[in-house]
């Protein structure tokens, strides 16, 4: 075949550059049916003809908060789009789920004023014309397409331009048919079949007592008139219960009783619920004395405040998916995808804020699809109907049950029962109701994990849920993890896979502490990932000789890849089930799951990563500590000893009181200025310049200091960032550092032993 091609510029002219499609690839569809790439960085005006300073002159009046790094990185990217780009040369753009669109650069670069995908202005020509399996190019290529920049060149480009230029002469590649993905934002399109399924209604069953409408309680908070007593901790559930429970309630199932006091505000101060209005002196009818975290939890769910927002998946209803896998949390950041009309219709994915408006919801996404969908949306608006009452309506129609105390009710007896409701009013757990089964029959549950916490610390340590022991007990057994089957377990099976898989948490637990850098449950990335490592550790346990040690590294690098993934932050219970199959082929000898085959993180992330986003947060301290990093005050290295005895947790690098005195707070928070330091050291680093107190450290440690510095990932020359106390370059030095060990964890072995 003729390598010139169409173009008719030999191989050695060409580049290969990869652009991204946006975060999680969002645009790759769009890029392909369109016959463009495009890029925007929020810049919107004409770039013909101006140079990299100049287009960075640009974007610090676009966007003056960014750091120098942020802006540095969006330049490049911008400049090398207009300037550096040839007709001819060739393009890799990444597409969900592993595979790569190539195509050859046929368009002078253009700045379109109407955008053709959302803000993204600067458009060039492409004619697509490949599809590739990114997991069938070599381990080199693979990791050289992993850089988070949103326009570069490849390493091995030699190599890759050979493979691609194959196929130049090929026909456009057909959009690939998509469903929103269970752990990855995305916003791809849904296609409606002719018989689509409706799920199921609900299956629970009615109580009676003294009701009132859940959305009724909703709209009393909103309207300020159910608040909480001033004395009432401020919690609300994290994501991942409250999802549980936004499905038990689609499902009508009980979620308890709740208590309020009638004219409460006039016995204790009250205030607003967590996210709801500021009462600002208005009287509430009624106060919660019991279900403050369920109402608070929901309230949030239901109006689109706090940190996540709530979605259901109507796409994966579609092609038969349970309500418990649909219904979706994701951090304000990651929702960003389906923050509009246009992206909900596009994906089908409705957001819960807009349950007591899903009539107009509907119309709207009908209108929006048109004649995307068959009989012009006719069979698209019976399937919503269908989706309103098996889904919408179970909520709306939702009753909790709720006693009131009335407002005469003394001082001391309401007090009396409000401590008597926290010392006792706890649910029963999954663990306590099976305990109470097994011990009708024989069985001493509680006895044996109470032993088992005696026989292994470290479960005490990281203060395991014993419901995690029956879940990976499920697991081992080939059942899901899910609350029913679990409390159906056969008693015999409990008892026999007991003892192995006690130890096998413990085993577990131990390799991610001495490891992995977990080295307290407060750096665990995603405690239900715990089931499965306990359960899949059996394989371990049945081996022998040189397979332990594979099998562990194995493990390890599957922990990294679904930690900095977010596997585990939707919907555990059936990734669990679906990994435990998956893992079992892998440890013995066939492929590598696709978390980790396909494994691609956006290091940019970490810019705007902060202790709200628990498990990028936690995953990415865990990869700093991994090596036992020393100690600043004693340089011993960090043991959870020495972490509880000298107050060890994590601080700021560059001091934000210091930053701010510099006018540069941009990213002082992010986890790339964060490390473990003792209290002792914080209280002498207070706000003052790195180069200050890493001087003052260096006369007590001396030699030991860079020893120090080094094991925390930190630049020890003092001619680099931390001791010129350049915060902009610190975040681009960390950033590189990061990179590079993640790469070392998630990568293939021996193709980082050969590097």
């Not at 926290?422 to 024989?442: S, V």
């Not at 902060?610 to 043991?639: E, I, V």
Request: with cysteine; charged share 25%; glycine share 8%.
């Amino acid at each position: 075949m003729d390598t010139a091609q169409e173009s008719g510029l030999p191989p050695r002219d060409r580049r290969v550059w990869v652009v991204r499609a946006g975060r999680a690839a969002v645009n790759a569809t769009d890029f392909l049916t369109q016959g463009i790439c495009a890029i925007g960085f929020d810049v919107d005006e004409n770039l013909s003809g101006l140079d990299q300073s100049e287009i960075s002159g640009i974007l610090k009046k676009v966007v003056p908060d960014d750091s120098a790094v942020a802006i540095g990185l969006a330049a490049g990217a911008l400049n090398r789009f207009v300037n550096e780009f040839s007709v001819g040369d060739i393009l890799v753009t990444p597409e969900p789920r592993g595979s790569l669109l190539i195509g050859e650069l046929r368009g002078q670069y253009e700045y379109r004023a109407e955008a053709p995908i959302e803000d993204h202005h600067h458009v060039r020509e492409v004619r697509w014309f490949s599809r590739l399996a990114r997991s069938g190019l070599s381990d080199p290529i693979q990791n050289s397409l992993g850089s988070a920049l949103t326009v570069f060149v490849v390493e091995h480009e030699a190599e890759l331009l050979k493979i691609l230029l194959e196929n130049i002469g090929g026909p456009v590649p057909a959009p690939k048919p998509a469903v929103l993905p269970k752990t990855k934002t995305t916003v791809d399109p849904v296609l409606l079949p002719s018989t689509p399924l409706v799920p199921a209604g609900p299956s629970g069953g009615h109580f009676e007592t003294d009701k009132k409408a859940l959305i009724y309680l909703l709209d009393k908070i909103q309207n300020r008139d159910l608040a909480l007593p001033d004395f009432q901790r401020s919690f609300v559930w994290d994501a991942g219960a409250t999802r549980e429970l936004v499905v038990s309630i689609i499902r009508d199932f009980p979620a308890g009783t709740l208590l309020l006091l009638r004219g409460g505000s006039n016995i204790f101060y009250p205030r607003a619920v967590e996210g709801a209005p500021d009462l600002d002196d208005h009287e509430p009818e009624e106060l919660v004395l019991d279900g403050q975290q369920r109402l608070s939890s929901l309230y949030q769910a239901f109006s689109g405040v706090g940190a996540h927002r709530f979605f259901i998946d109507i796409g994966s209803l579609i092609h038969g998916d349970d309500i418990d896998n649909a219904v979706k949390a994701y951090s304000v950041r990651q929702a960003k995808p389906w923050s509009s009309i246009e992206s909900q219709a596009r994906s089908l994915v409705f957001p819960l804020e807009r349950v007591r408006e899903f009539a107009y919801w509907r119309d709207e996404v009908v209108e929006l699809r048109g004649e995307h969908d068959l009989g012009d949306g006719k069979a698209l608006r019976g399937y919503l109907n269908e989706f309103e009452k098996a889904v919408i309506d179970p909520i709306r129609q939702y009753e909790f049950p709720l006693t009131r105390l009335s407002s005469k009710t003394p001082v001391e007896a309401v007090c009396t029962i409000f401590e008597t409701l926290n010392r006792t009013g706890i649910k029963l757990t999954a663990f306590e109701l099976i305990c109470a089964r097994a011990f009708a029959e024989g069985y001493q549950l509680r006895e044996r994990w109470k032993d088992a916490l005696s026989s292994f610390p470290i479960l005490d340590e990281f203060a395991i849920d014993p419901y995690y022991l029956l879940q990976a007990i499920a697991l081992r057994s080939d059942l899901a993890p899910r609350r029913g089957e679990v409390l159906g377990m056969d008693l015999t099976v409990i008892d026999n896979q007991w003892d192995s898989s006690v130890e096998g948490m413990a085993r577990a637990l131990t390799m991610l502490r001495d490891e992995c850098g977990v080295l307290t449950a407060k750096w665990l990335p995603y405690a239900p990932m715990i089931p499965t490592l306990a359960a899949i550790w059996q394989r371990i346990e049945d081996s022998s000789g040189a397979a332990v040690g594979g099998m562990r590294k194995k493990l390890q690098r599957w922990f990294w890849c679904v930690s900095f993934s977010g596997d585990y932050s939707n919907a555990p219970n059936s990734r669990a089930e679906a990994d435990m199959p998956i893992l079992r082929e892998w440890l013995d000898g066939g492929s590598p799951p696709t978390q980790v085959s396909d494994f691609s993180f956006d290091s940019s992330t970490w810019l705007d990563a902060t202790g709200r986003q628990r498990g990028l947060y936690r995953s990415t301290m865990a990869l700093m500590m991994r090596h036992h990093p020393l100690d600043f005050h004693k340089a011993a290295p960090l043991t959870k000893e020495v972490i509880d005895t000298t107050g060890v947790d994590d601080h700021h690098i560059f001091p934000a009181a210091y930053l701010k005195e510099q006018g540069m707070t941009g990213h002082a928070d992010t986890i790339l200025n964060h490390t473990l330091i003792d209290k002792t050291t914080n209280i002498l680093i207070g706000k003052k310049a790195p180069s200050v107190y890493l001087g003052q450290m260096s006369a007590e440690l001396k030699s030991d200091l860079d020893s120090v510095l080094r094991s925390h990932g930190l630049p020890v020359s003092k001619e680099g960032p931390l001791w010129k106390n350049d915060f902009d370059s610190f975040l681009e030095w960390r950033m590189e550092y990061l990179e590079s060990a993640l790469l070392e964890v998630t990568g293939d072995p021996e193709m980082n032993a050969d590097r």
